[in-house]
């Protein structure tokens, strides 16, 4: 019996985030989202707005047994820039926050340690502004936003900033790919 988790992560556009989990082996499906914030059911426009408080999510359900919460943990970290507040890019407001909402005590924990692990190696010039919240208020994004640079590869935005952080994840995590 497999030992299915969820997790969900706000590492700026979710479109560049979902891209990637979706080719990490253990991962069964990657949802992108809204979280965090106190409107009920946002659509994408309204939190684009910056007023929801909402961040852009993705929630990954995966099996433990084949990949660690720690493992997507050094995966969110080394495919965004956890430094900048409200900030990935170009993508600029605190709906492109670095956050992680926890599911579980245990994912709070795991994640305060990975970061202060982060922290004391110096692994950043910069001190991470990663957010570490429980899960709350989320919801699922719109279906257009669902697999988006798969159903989208023409897209300007995906050929220029998806596609090359999915080639830097591939290159740098080829052992870990599906």
């Not at 969820?6 to 979280?35: H, I, N």
């Not at 408080?53 to 969110?76: C, N």
């Not at 005590?105 to 692994?123: R, S, V, W, Y």
Request: with cysteine; charged share 20%; hydrophobic share 30%.
């Amino acid at each position: 019996m497999a030992d299915i988790q969820t997790a969900t992560f706000g590492g700026g556009c979710f479109w560049c985030t979902e891209a990637v989990f979706l080719e990490l082996r253990g991962v069964q499906s990657v949802t992108s989202g809204y979280a965090g914030g106190h409107v009920a059911n946002p659509t994408y426009e309204q939190v684009c707005t910056k007023t929801t408080g909402h961040a852009e999510v993705i929630q990954i359900t995966y099996d433990a047994d084949e990949v660690s919460y720690e493992d997507l943990l050094e995966i969110f970290f080394q495919t965004h820039d956890p430094t900048t507040k409200d900030r990935q890019g170009n993508d600029v407001g605190p709906q492109y926050r670095s956050a992680i909402f926890y599911h579980s005590p245990q994912q709070k924990e795991t994640a305060e340690a990975f970061i202060q692990k982060l922290t004391d190696a110096g692994t950043f010039a910069d001190p991470i502004v990663t957010e570490v919240t429980e899960i709350n208020n989320y919801y699922p994004a719109e279906n257009y936003h669902q697999d988006y640079l798969a159903n989208n590869p023409g897209n300007p935005y995906c050929a220029m900033v998806v596609r090359p952080k999915v080639d830097k994840f591939r290159k740098q995590f080829a052992d870990r790919l599906k």
